[in-house]
């Protein structure tokens, strides 16, 4: 089957880094995603991925290992708006997106 | 610019009644989805449509139908509603024609079945 692994709670300081990862097993690969969701909205993209290596834009950055079936997502300078849900899904060969549970990151002053 | 706007924001249901989720995007993505977003889980695709005229099934698409008779509009009804149902929705659209697909999503639609 097709599986999307993160962690379920971060907790972080305000203005330190962060690195959330993500593992998958999936029948193909086109690509992969990070998306943001604050508590009681709607999730907003923030990242895409489809060859190794790390792609950055401003305080955010994800990674993607496609040998080793590996992402992770780091957010640098932490502030309190980065509480907040991160998903990561992955495109298989179909084109449909698989979806983790997302990962809950506390940001703590 | 709306993006995408789903209604109701919320609903409680009694069980066996009927119900259409709105979905409509003002952005002319061709592709549209339906997802339900429940604690623990990862989003889950109910139904799908590539373009308009065109639908597909997702991952659980039981007792639930769409349509799609025009490019802005993607209803989900709910023939008989189940408990088992009750979920927040999101609709979201997406321009395949774009590099990387990104997803945009509604506000949600939060609906109880009792």
């Known amino acids: 089957g097709q599986n999307i692994d993160q962690p379920t709670e971060m907790t972080a300081t305000e203005g330190a880094i962060v690195q959330i990862n993500c593992t998958y097993q999936t029948s193909g690969f086109n690509g992969l995603f990070w998306y943001q969701q604050h508590a009681g909205e709607a999730p907003t993209f923030l990242s895409y991925n489809v060859l190794d290596g790390l792609e950055e834009k401003g305080r955010f950055s994800s990674f993607l290992s496609r040998s080793k079936g590996y992402s992770y997502l780091l957010l640098k300078e932490l502030q309190m708006k980065d509480s907040a849900s991160y998903l990561c899904?992955?495109?298989?060969?179909?084109?449909?997106?698989?979806w983790g549970a997302g990962t809950k990151l506390i940001i703590k002053p | 610019i709306a993006g995408i706007t789903q209604a109701p924001t919320s609903q409680i249901l009694a069980a066996g009644r009927r119900m259409t989720l709105r979905c409509t995007q003002d952005?002319?993505?061709?592709?549209m989805y339906w997802y339900r977003q429940d604690l623990g889980l990862g989003l889950r695709l109910i139904h799908y449509s590539n373009t308009a005229g065109t639908t597909g099934k997702g991952e659980v698409p039981d007792g639930y139908s769409v349509s799609r008779a025009n490019t802005d509009d993607f209803p989900l009804t709910l023939a008989s509603a189940v408990p088992s149902q009750t979920s927040v929705y999101f609709c979201?659209?997406?321009?395949?024609?774009?590099?990387?697909?990104?997803?945009?999503f509604g506000e949600g639609s939060r609906l109880t079945v009792l």
């Open positions: 952005m002319r993505h061709n592709a």
């Open positions: 979201a659209s997406s321009d395949s024609g774009r590099n990387t697909g990104e997803l945009f």
């Open positions: 899904a992955v495109k298989d060969s179909n084109y449909q997106l698989i």
